[in-house]
């Protein structure tokens, strides 16, 4: 069975117990049951994995090369900053798929951009968590 990577970045750990008014009430542990459930009926293994660490995801994203298919990214709040994750997803075969929770668009000037969307296949941004499952169907499409 493919493999699909979940990667989810600093504080998204959080999720459902802060700024539901941003970010929802479902947990993340939700989102990976979800996932999980929904990957299984696209035909998918998902691996889910959240770090606050920058490198810890670099690690991950170049042990995903040769091993898993594609990859679902919300880097939070590196997504602005690290061209460390852009250089590894580079150097990652597969497809990308990058989701935010919130509208990044609407919010502070500082998070319109992100260094991972040159490298996505796709962005969805403002959907809330349904927006990973999403991003899971569209990977199973380009998969195919
Ligand atoms: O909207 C998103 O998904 C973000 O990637 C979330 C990041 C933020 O820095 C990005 O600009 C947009 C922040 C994640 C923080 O997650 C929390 C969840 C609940 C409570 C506190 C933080």
Redesign the pocket.
């Known amino acids: 069975m493919k493999k699909i990577l979940l990667l989810n970045?600093?504080?998204?750990n959080?999720?459902?117990?802060?700024?539901p008014e941003?970010?929802g009430s479902e947990t993340l542990d939700d989102v990976v049951a979800t996932c999980t459930d929904l990957g299984a009926t696209l035909g998918f293994e998902v691996e889910a994995h959240q770090s606050n660490h920058e490198g810890v995801i670099v690690d991950w994203i170049q042990d995903a090369r040769g091993v898993v298919a594609g990859i679902v990214i919300?880097?939070?709040?590196l997504?602005?900053t690290s061209v460390a994750i852009l250089d590894a997803l580079n150097a990652f075969e597969g497809p990308v798929m990058e989701?935010?929770?919130?509208n990044?668009h609407k919010?502070e000037r500082f998070?319109h951009h992100s260094y991972v969307s040159g490298r996505a296949e796709g962005v969805i941004?403002g959907l809330g968590t349904e927006g990973y499952g999403f991003a899971l169907r569209r990977l199973a499409t380009l998969l195919a």
């Not at 919300?74 to 709040?77: E, F, I, L, T, V």
């Not at 989701?99 to 919130?102: E, G, L, P, Q």
């Open positions: 970045g600093p504080n998204l959080l999720l459902g117990q802060r700024q941003i970010y919300n880097p939070g709040a997504s602005h989701v935010h929770i919130s990044i919010r998070r941004a």
